[in-house]
């Protein structure tokens, strides 16, 4: 990958990153990450890495991130200010640039990474990956098919709703805020799902 | 030398599945099965040992027969087998504990037969049988301890056999603990020889392998013979640890004429004959022995002299007869002891079992001043009793007469003459106290009490049978031993020879051995039983109101007799109060409440403290969480950051 | 060409920038976005360490950590909707049942 | 290295407008062919000053179509509803046709054309994983509707746009499945490889179509396309009995034209796939690189110089195109619409699991044979 190349898509990754994180709705954030992914699958594509940058592509910007678009929607999240613990951001702050600045240190000064290696380029045909895939890390291939299969039913018992109850038209009424126990909480909120319907409020609301 | 016989199995199963059958179906299946199955167990096991011991009268001299069931205990170099090993010695002891055994078993069906536990009983009494038979037929010490404990146990359970009654619990846990403290010093002893023998590279117990090393054991010798000596005084009842045998009466009958006189109250003997390799390594250790056997012998003797009880007398009169085995091994002569061990199980457990028919007569009664006069009502006890006491006292030709006889030669021999002395005396006291026994229960006029003087009857057939073959035992038993130049001679002796020979022990032994002839001896001996007898005649027959009046005249010494020299009071006052002090104020106050548990509940108020202070950072907020974690990478990082910089 | 050690230092500042979202906003659903943008930062690093070594293995692993963080998504997402159900918020701060 | 970008661009050029101009083409067959089969006439007034008619020709309609409609179109005012979000609503019109567009960059529409001692690949980007790319980009195309329909501030447009994206969630499975099975067969994702490896024939005359070989396949890919662009009988996205015009509700002018370029261009990429993956792509029967080889006993061949094979197979790339264009507008005014619940139900529980046994079964034929293609 030249050089340009790879200031312009690192110029892009790190505005991106930090659009997903300085952006006040929550749409607007998961745009900047889907652009940040879809950078970053480019850049696996320029690194040899096609097959893979190509399910980045498909699995994260094509599946993963519509997840979020659709939770965010069903949630109906508005736009959120950056009030909040001060010292909490203050801290991260200085923690996050400490971090970035010892991974570079690092990264720049640990001889093994930086000096250009021999650098054997045997590319990632999808051959060779299938056929590490299906060899070297079989197992571990067969676990992650099962670490879905638990994620799928996992996610849709935690996501279901729950059954709608007898006796739940007297809760129905009760304001949220007053409801005293979460199970309370939780009846008045799933019939106000129910009557609620899903509208955006956009940034300039 | 050793044959491989597998029969010796069976001696142990059929108690064994006596124990599961009376256990697991005892109380389902009847008292008519029970009471057939459990001695029939014990017949069938004295059957095997019979079967095992003509095999073994079959074979040349010192010959053994052996099993080895299965490997036990494999630690690192040591090497533990359940084995078994049927020699002269632990066939004897197998020939009596089964043999009379199953007579008392066979008896019990007829005293206990009624009782509402009999399954639980008959279970004790066939545990006990199996771990008898284990402790006698193990060949290494480690499976003999198994065994003893075993035995410790049924002992325990039989003494407390009526556990309702709560002095009866009492004397059975004091039976137990006294028990602990003397097999403490066994296992010490166990463990001092394991040190001995594997610091030399010897990694086993098995009797006739350290029979072998002899001049490894020989530095522990006088140690390891006084601590497991210290066992056999707590199993055997011997001075200082004798105090739970008299307690121990409470027990049904039968369990005192198995346990607490014929046979485990003798493992101790058995132990010190089948150790005698050791204990012939240390003139010290077999002097210690020797000492307190004879001094328990007297000792018990003179408390035995004013009991009531017809069953504490015969316990003391089991501590005495005890203490004349002890001295009969302490002075080496391993055989004579065996052999009085054999006839004392004869004639006491028929003393226990005729005073447990006179007991069952009386409808419990055991004070002999509410007794006499019962020859007549009870012909076959009376007679078979009367054999036993003729046994006992020394008067030929019963069996004890020439076993005791033996014991106290070899003593005179060894050149023991104060030891000596005090057999014989004791011998003349026990011939006094045993005749007093027969004469207050069986002469002279009537004292039962009215409400029970109707019904005394002669015991069914099931226990005068027992009691009948017994007194044949006590009155032919000792023909195997006689002197020697009699006819056929010691034939025991000479038959145990090569398991346990004779020691000779002191130089002096030959010097004392001229002094006095054995005839003169054992005419010393007979004198003073015969003396004995006639005393007692004249106390207790001839003027039935001498005993009070002396009584009266001589207060103080007939009462320390009376309360058995105020050794329970003294060990009370001595070690239990002590000890209660030191538990209750030291240890529990002390220790327990205010340092464990301060330190228990310390380190709980200090988490809670902590806790309540710590759990401000929980916040519950999952970001202060992350920075904290932030911290803890920035950390790590860093101190590569750091590594990278130093190269 | 490129030196690998640009690619790694991009990744050292993406996963910063998505340390930094996690730990500043409050919004759950963009921390969990924060955490795929760590995610994605460590998987530039190993593709660019695989390509660096001349081994194939990063790309695997990249495509572990891929399959992985779409289960982590699919389940996070899941708690998140279980807990707007019972808490109608889905603000970090506001979450702290855990609290001493 | 500047021939070969000047090359790369034009191709790419040449792709996108003919894909452009193939769209507007489709618009007016759509109008027609609607008429057609409702039985009226259809567009036929707008003339460019009576030229036409003066000349005696029928009106077909395609000024109206192609030059007044867009002329209309890209002058109206171009309105955002209030309390919409204006940077994403400018945004996802074009969020939605560029991954299309961009997924004709690995379609090959040709074989080599050999140009001044230069093989040039009628490709605009030869991809070797190109299948992946093609899945990656329609993937993406997911972005433009939804956040069309967010952005619009209106509930029939986010509604239309939550129909959009799980609608298309749910087919790409299908498709991607249909995807693999073609893969699997030949044994390779590159789209250029699956052409020519389709070219020949099978006992003599028979050519070598995927259609023979995966019949359940075509079907998948067929329905499952047609889903992904949204079209009738897969349209509620867009039902305007229900949401008025779903995502697109609230734009007007030169943004909804291109929504509906996106459509159509979404009608012409499945027309592509299908052509590319089941009917030989820019095979032409018989056409080999030297020329015609004609089945039969005495085995003809009509040999023919590289530039005439070239355009030949373009022109047959192109025709199968758009017969599958025209094909797919035919279903359009046939079916009648899906209700939702249907939909999914299809989608999930019908061609989802026929996708994977179809795969399965693929995949064990390809293991027994031992062979690919």
Redesign the interface.
């Known amino acids: 990958m030249s050089l340009g190349l790879f200031f312009f898509l690192a110029v892009l990754a790190a505005l991106s990153a930090l659009g997903v994180i300085a952006q006040r709705n929550p749409v607007h954030c998961l745009l900047a990450l889907a652009v940040n992914l879809l950078d970053i699958g480019v850049m696996f594509v320029g690194l040899g890495a096609v097959t893979v940058g190509f399910l980045q592509i498909i699995i994260y910007v094509g599946a993963i991130m519509v997840l979020f678009l659709f939770v965010i929607w069903l949630l109906n999240l508005q736009a959120e200010g950056f009030s909040g613990y001060l010292g909490l951001k203050l801290f991260g702050a200085i923690g996050a640039a400490a971090l970035a600045a010892e991974f570079a240190t690092l990264f720049l000064h640990t001889s093994r990474i930086s000096t250009p290696g021999a650098s054997a380029l045997t590319q990632g045909t999808i051959t060779t990956l299938g056929r590490h895939l299906f060899s070297d890390y079989l197992v571990a291939f067969e676990i992650t098919s099962l670490l879905l299969l638990a994620a799928v039913v996992g996610a849709i018992g935690l996501a279901r709703r729950p059954p709608l109850s007898a006796g739940l038209s007297a809760a129905a009424g009760s304001d949220l805020a007053t409801a005293e126990s979460p199970r309370q909480m939780s009846r008045s909120m799933s019939v106000s799902a129910e009557q609620q319907t899903t509208t955006p409020r956009a940034g300039s609301a | 030398m050793t044959h491989d016989f597998p029969a010796l199995g069976l001696i142990l199963l059929f108690p064994l599945l006596g124990v599961i059958f009376n256990i697991f179906f005892g109380q389902r299946c009847g008292r008519r099965v029970v009471n057939f199955i459990a001695p029939a167990a014990i017949f069938l096991a004295f059957a095997a040992a019979l079967a095992a011991f003509a095999t073994l009268l079959g074979m040349p001299r010192g010959a053994a027969l052996g099993f080895d069931l299965w490997p036990w205990i494999e630690a690192g170099r040591f090497h533990f087998d359940i084995a078994f090993r049927f020699d002269a010695l632990s066939g004897v002891m197998v020939l009596v504990v089964t043999g009379v055994g199953a007579l008392i078993h066979l008896y019990s069906d007829g005293y206990m037969g009624e009782d509402e536990d009999y399954a639980r009983f008959f279970a004790y009494m066939n545990l006990f049988a199996f771990a008898m038979l284990i402790l006698v037929l193990a060949n290494n010490l480690l499976l003999m301890f198994v065994g003893w404990e075993g035995v410790g146990l049924c002992s325990y359970l039989l003494i407390a056999f009526w556990y309702d009654n709560a002095e009866f619990a009492y004397n059975g846990r004091k039976a137990f603990i006294v028990n602990r403290v003397g097999d403490a010093g066994f296992v010490l002893g166990i463990l001092t020889l394991i040190s001995a023998l594997a610091s030399s590279g010897i990694w086993t117990l098995t009797f006739t392998e350290m029979a072998k090393h002899r001049e490894t054991l020989a530095p522990v010798a006088t140690l390891a013979g006084s601590l497991l000596f210290l066992g056999a005084t707590g199993k055997s009842a011997q001075i200082p640890l004798y105090v739970w045998l008299p307690d121990a009466m409470v027990g049904p009958t039968p369990v005192s004429a198995l346990i607490h006189a014929a046979t485990m109250v003798t493992a101790g003997v058995y132990m010190v004959a089948r150790l005698n390799f050791l204990y012939a390594l240390s003139s010290q250790a077999m002097t210690i022995v020797a000492t307190v056997g004879a001094v328990t012998a007297i000792f018990s003797a003179t408390i035995a002299i004013v009991q009531p009880d017809i069953k504490r007398v015969l316990a003391y009169s089991t501590i005495s007869q005890i203490g004349y085995m002890m001295l009969g091994v302490g002075v080496g002569a391993f055989a004579s002891g065996i052999f009085h061990l054999m006839t004392h199980a004869f004639f006491k457990s028929l003393l226990f079992l005729g005073a447990g028919s006179v007991i069952h007569a009386l409808d419990g009664e055991q004070d002999m001043n509410h007794m006499g006069g019962l020859k007549r009502t009870m012909p076959v006890t009376w007679v078979t009793m009367l054999v036993a006491g003729l046994a006992i006292s020394g008067i030929p030709p019963f069996a004890g007469f020439f076993s005791k006889d033996a014991i106290l030669a070899s003593t005179y021999a060894s050149g023991h003459i104060w030891l000596w002395a005090v057999g014989v005396v004791t011998a003349g006291l026990t011939a006094f106290y045993m005749f007093r026994l027969l004469f207050l229960t069986f002469h002279g006029a009537s004292r039962i009490d009215a409400s029970k003087r109707g019904h005394v009857h002669e015991s069914p057939a099931v226990m005068t049978v027992p009691l009948v073959i017994l007194a044949l035992c006590c009155l032919i038993g000792g023909w195997i031993g006689l002197p020697d130049g009699i006819l056929w001679g010691d034939a025991f002796g000479r038959f145990l020879m090569p398991i346990c020979p004779t020691l000779k022990l002191t130089p002096a032994a030959t010097l004392a051995r001229g002094s006095l002839s054995p005839a003169v001896l054992s005419a010393i001996a007979f004198g003073l039983a015969v003396s004995g007898i006639a005393l007692a005649w004249s106390f207790y027959v001839m003027t039935p109101g001498l005993p009070a009046r002396l009584a009266r005249n001589l207060s103080p010494l007939y009462r320390m007799l009376l309360r058995k020299y105020y050794i329970d009071e003294i060990y009370n006052t001595l070690v239990s109060r002590p000890l209660f002090w030191l538990s209750q104020v030291v240890l529990f106050r002390g220790v327990d409440s205010a340092i464990i548990d301060g330190a228990v509940d310390g380190t709980g108020l200090g988490v809670e403290a902590s806790g309540e202070g710590l759990r401000r950072i929980a916040t519950g907020n999952v970001q202060h969480y992350a920075l904290a974690y932030l911290a803890g990478v920035l950390a790590i990082a860093g101190y590569y950051v750091y590594l990278v910089h130093r190269h | 060409?490129?030196?690998?050690?640009?690619?790694?230092?991009?990744?050292?500042?993406?996963?910063?920038?998505?340390?930094?979202?996690?730990?500043?906003?409050?919004?759950v659903?963009?921390?969990?976005?924060?955490i795929?943008?760590m995610l994605?930062a460590v998987?530039?690093a190993f593709?660019?360490?695989?390509?660096?070594?001349?081994?194939?293995?990063?790309?695997?692993i990249?495509?572990?950590v891929?399959?992985?963080?779409?289960?982590?998504?699919?389940?996070g997402?899941?708690?998140?909707?279980?807990v707007?159900?019972?808490?109608?918020t889905?603000?970090?701060?506001e979450?702290?049942?855990?609290?001493? | 290295m500047l021939i070969e970008l000047v090359i790369g661009a034009i191709k790419a050029i040449v792709i996108v407008l003919l894909v452009l101009g193939l769209s507007g083409v489709l618009l007016w067959f759509e109008r027609k062919g609607a008429a057609l089969i409702q039985d009226r006439i259809g567009a036929n007034r707008a003339a460019v000053f009576g030229w036409g008619r003066r000349l005696g020709l029928p009106n077909l309609g395609l000024v109206n179509t192609l030059l007044a409609d867009p002329l209309k179109l890209f002058t109206k005012e171009d309105f955002v509803p209030d309390g919409a979000d204006h940077f994403l609503h400018g945004l996802a019109p074009f969020l939605a046709l560029f991954p299309i567009l961009i997924a004709f960059a690995v379609v090959p529409v040709g074989d080599t054309l050999r140009v001044a001692q230069r093989n040039v690949n009628l490709q605009a980007a030869h991809v070797d994983v190109a299948a992946l790319y093609l899945l990656a980009v329609i993937g993406i195309g997911v972005y433009g509707l939804a956040l069309g329909g967010w952005a619009s501030n209106n509930r029939w447009s986010l509604l239309g746009g939550i129909r959009a994206s799980a609608q298309m969630i749910s087919y790409e499975l299908a498709l991607g499945l249909a995807f693999l099975a073609v893969v699997v067969t030949y044994g390779t994702l590159d789209l250029q490889e699956i052409c020519r490896l389709q070219g020949g024939v099978w006992f003599g005359w028979l050519p070598r179509w995927g259609i023979l070989v995966q019949p359940v396949s075509f079907l998948l890919l067929l329905t499952a396309g047609m889903a992904e662009s949204k079209r009738v009988p897969f349209d509620v996205p867009e039902a305007e009995s229900e949401l008025v015009a779903g995502y697109f509700t609230e734009y007007s002018g030169g943004k909804q034209a291109v929504f509906m370029i996106t459509d159509f261009a979404e009608v012409v990429l499945v027309a592509v796939l299908v052509t590319l993956f089941f009917f030989g792509g820019w095979q032409v029967p018989w056409l080999y690189a030297d020329g015609f080889h004609f089945p039969g006993p005495h085995g003809v061949f009509l040999p023919l110089p590289n530039y005439v094979v070239a355009i030949l197979q373009i022109v047959a790339f192109w025709l199968k195109t758009v017969f599958f264009c025209c094909f797919q507008i035919l279903v359009r005014w046939t079916l009648p619409r899906f209700r939702y619940d249907q939909l999914m139900q299809f989608g999930w529980k019908g061609l989802l699991p026929v996708g994977v046994l179809n795969l399965i079964l693929t995949a064990f034929v390809v293991v027994i044979a031992g062979a690919h293609y």
């Open positions: 060409m490129t030196p690998i050690s640009y690619f790694l230092v991009l990744s050292a500042l993406l996963f910063a920038i998505g340390v930094l979202g996690v730990l500043i906003r409050r919004n659903i963009v921390m969990l976005m924060s795929e943008l994605n998987n530039l593709i660019a360490l695989g390509r660096q070594v001349g081994s194939i293995d990063g790309q695997v990249v495509f572990f891929i399959t992985v963080a779409a289960a982590e998504a699919a389940v997402l899941g708690i998140v909707i279980a707007f159900r019972n808490r109608a889905v603000n970090a701060d979450l702290n049942l855990l609290r001493w």
